[in-house]
């Protein structure tokens, strides 16, 4: 099988030149109920040849939820169901492999986020922005709890957290960064 070059690809706009329901994405789905895309998905899934793949890319740190989103989307553009199939299924896949995956002793990450972490910068957040409007309340008060507050403040700022308008956003940081 020959690698197409850069060049061998359709043109912007090439699609609305060409008859209309040409592309399988088109055409009514091969499959219409969900327990047909199901059954379909599972049966191409259950080969331990494929799952062995899944669970290289796993073991490699992929996330499994783009993995399924790229299932499902192939089966879209390959004309085999719907759009809304495709979200129907994909809890059903991502059960399926996980499991399988898991059942190899492989630690599988479900959609490449990390809730401990994300819960504590949410943490963070708040925090700044309470201490913020505690400090703007009383900012003449000479007192050594407020002090610790203002320092403990402005070394989380520096760290890279700020507060704009009672949203959080990390600071622009690097080469390239304006301020």
């Given amino acids: 099988m020959a690698i197409a070059g850069p060049f061998d690809r359709p043109i912007p706009g090439q699609s609305l030149t060409n008859e209309p329901k040409n592309n399988p994405w088109e055409q009514p789905p091969e499959m219409d109920t969900i327990e047909d895309v199901t059954k379909y998905y599972i049966e191409s899934l259950a080969n331990q040849d494929v799952i062995d793949d899944f669970a290289a890319l796993c073991q490699m740190g992929v996330p499994l939820k ?3 989103q790229s299932i499902t989307q192939q089966g879209q553009m390959r004309g085999l169901h719907t759009v809304d199939n495709s979200l129907l ?5 991502h059960e399926f492999l996980k ?3 898991e059942s190899m002793g492989i630690e ?13 910068e949410a943490e963070m957040r708040r925090f700044l922005m309470l201490a913020t409007k505690y400090l703007e309340e009383d900012p003449d008060a000479a007192d050594p709890g407020k002090q610790m507050i203002e320092d403990l403040v402005a070394e989380t700022e520096e760290a890279g957290v700020t507060e704009t308008e009672g949203t959080a956003e990390e600071k622009p940081m ?3 960064a304006k301020g």
């Fill in 66 to 68: 783009p993995i399924v």
């Fill in 89 to 93: 299924v994909a809890p059903v896949i």
């Fill in 99 to 101: 499991q399988a995956i």
């Fill in 108 to 120: 599988v990450d479900d959609d490449g986020r990390n809730m401990q972490v994300e819960a504590e």
């Fill in 174 to 176: 690097g080469l390239m």
